[in-house]
């Protein structure tokens, strides 16, 4: 039988929190929730991806409950999950990197950030 101990445990858990974040796209998908809350078709329009595939890295992050879901009508919308374990490693790193508050900005502009609304 194979029992963790609990620093290894910690380690495995670690690990796979890393390999998670370490996507870039979903690495970068989070510093965007960091900003704001996004709905599926925001995120495929910022990042000029095919809505499957967008789906696939959230799926990845909230089955990890790095991020969470919130309904609205037949929307659903992302964020971060400011309850998470690691969630303040999570924001060390995101501060670390460029700004996508501009990203955000520019789908407002373009009409596009309330399109589920």
Known sequence: MNVLTTKERTFE???????????????KMLAILYKDECCVCELVEIFQMSQPSISQHLRKLKNADIVIERRSGQWIYYRL????????????????????????????????RVCCD
């Not at 858990?13 to 690495?27: C, F, M, N, P, Y």
């Not at 998470?84 to 490693?89: A, K, V, Y």
């Not at 999570?90 to 990197?97: D, M």
């Open 13 to 27: 858990e670690a690990s796979q929190h890393l390999k998670i974040v370490g996507d870039k796209t979903r690495l």
């Open 81 to 112: 999950n400011e309850n998470h374990p690691w969630f303040d490693q999570l924001e060390s790193i995101i501060k670390t990197l460029p700004d996508t508050q501009p990203l955000l900005n520019d789908l407002l502009e373009s009409g596009k």
